[in-house]
């Protein structure tokens, strides 16, 4: 009689996503499926769907007879990401500005407030969700999972870009946030796409003026 690994795959896919979204597992750094099993006290079935869910996710890689490692990207496959995600974050956007709530509305505007006094990872975390949810309202098929695929693969990094430019009150980050949140609320949406689609660029940009984030991860 097989047993059903969902439960404990679940749990397992949930803590290997928090250290390698928490920057506590670097890019390229080796899964052992063994080392896993014994961490969560279960067997490699649950370990094996778990890799397999988190490759779906755009967190780990799995090679064939070789075994699983932390996605990491090159300069070039990262710069390819964000000119993805220039073009079809708007327009995900723009599919969910119409119909966010009032309480959504709110929560970007706290968002956008709050992370200026964050440290750095209470910067990236509420970065995140502050973009997730400011997509969260858009009714898709296939491209909300495709942003947060894309979200998750270039994790590193954003945490690498804001170690770059800092995250401190004045930064521009911040300004991009706030006129980004004022458009949404305004229902300005194709100001909300273009505030979006620079936003995107200038992380990009800057990512490629600094070749050596890529080196050492």
Not at 80 to 91: G, N, Q, S, T, W
Request: aromatic share 4%; hydrophobic share 45%.
């Amino acid at each position: 009689m097989s047993v059903d690994p969902g439960p404990a795959s679940a749990r397992i896919a949930a803590g290997l996503r928090q250290q390698i979204l928490h920057g506590e597992l670097a890019p390229g750094s080796r899964i052992r499926q063994e080392e896993l099993a014994a961490q969560f006290g279960a067997s490699r079935l649950p370990v094996r769907d778990a890799l397999r869910q988190l490759e779906a996710e755009g967190l780990v890689r799995l090679v064939a007879n070789s075994g699983a490692w932390v996605e990491r990207l090159s300069l070039a496959e990262c710069t390819e990401v964000y000119l993805v995600r220039e073009r079809i974050e708007p327009l995900l956007l723009s599919m969910s500005i119409p119909h966010l709530g009032e309480s959504e509305l709110e929560r970007l505007a706290v968002l956008a407030e709050s992370m200026r006094e964050a440290d750095l990872e209470g910067f990236l975390r509420q970065d995140r969700e502050l973009h997730l949810l400011s997509y969260s309202a858009a009714s898709t098929h296939m491209l909300h999972d495709l942003v947060l695929r894309l979200w998750n693969s270039t994790q590193h990094y954003r945490r690498a870009f804001a170690l770059v430019v800092g995250v401190d009150p004045d930064s521009p980050t911040h300004a991009e946030h706030r006129l980004l949140v004022d458009a949404i609320r305004r229902r300005q949406v194709a100001d909300a796409e273009d505030l979006l689609r620079v936003h995107i660029r200038r992380t990009r940009l800057e990512l490629a003026r600094h070749p050596e984030v890529f080196d050492s991860a």
